[in-house]
Nanobody, 125 residues
Framework: QLQLMESGGGLVQPGGSLRLSCVVS????????IGWFRQAPGKEREGVSC????????NEADSVKGRFTISRDNAKNTVFLQMNSLNPEDTAVYYC??????????????????WGQGTQVTVSS
């Protein structure tokens, strides 16, 4: 059974960095595109970035361009989201997800069918 588990969230000061991990189990990661999403309090869930099976980053939100980097290590069945220059607007629960069509990246949550439980990121001084 395909499952995802995020980790790496926490409390960080403005300007700081965090690296989130998404471990995939029950399926070979090299067959999957993976998306990162986030949901801030009182807001809808939004796409952050997606990585294709070939390791290309796509569907990156304008608000994170130049600050966040998505990457993958298929040998470890893990996708990473490196987040730098964090600001309070980045505070949210961060989720990783697998597209319903497995290999096709998208920025829309309706295109994703399997989700992790989320990890909280709080940016505050």
């Amino acid at each position: 059974q395909l499952q995802l588990m995020e980790s790496g969230g926490g409390l960080v000061q403005p300007g700081g960095s965090l690296r989130l991990s998404c471990v995939v189990s029950g399926f070979r990661l090299d067959y999957l595109a993976i998306g990162w999403f986030r949901q801030a309090p009182g807001k809808e869930r939004e796409g952050v970035s997606c990585i294709t099976t070939t390791g290309r980053s796509t569907n990156e939100a304008d608000s994170v361009k130049g600050r966040f980097t998505i990457s993958r290590d298929n040998a470890k069945n893990t996708v990473f989201l490196q987040m730098n220059s964090l600001n309070p607007e980045d505070t949210a629960v961060y989720y990783c997800a697998v597209p319903k069509e497995y290999q096709y990246c998208s920025g829309y949550e309706l295109h994703f069918g399997t989700w992790g439980q989320g990890t909280q990121v709080t940016v505050s001084s």
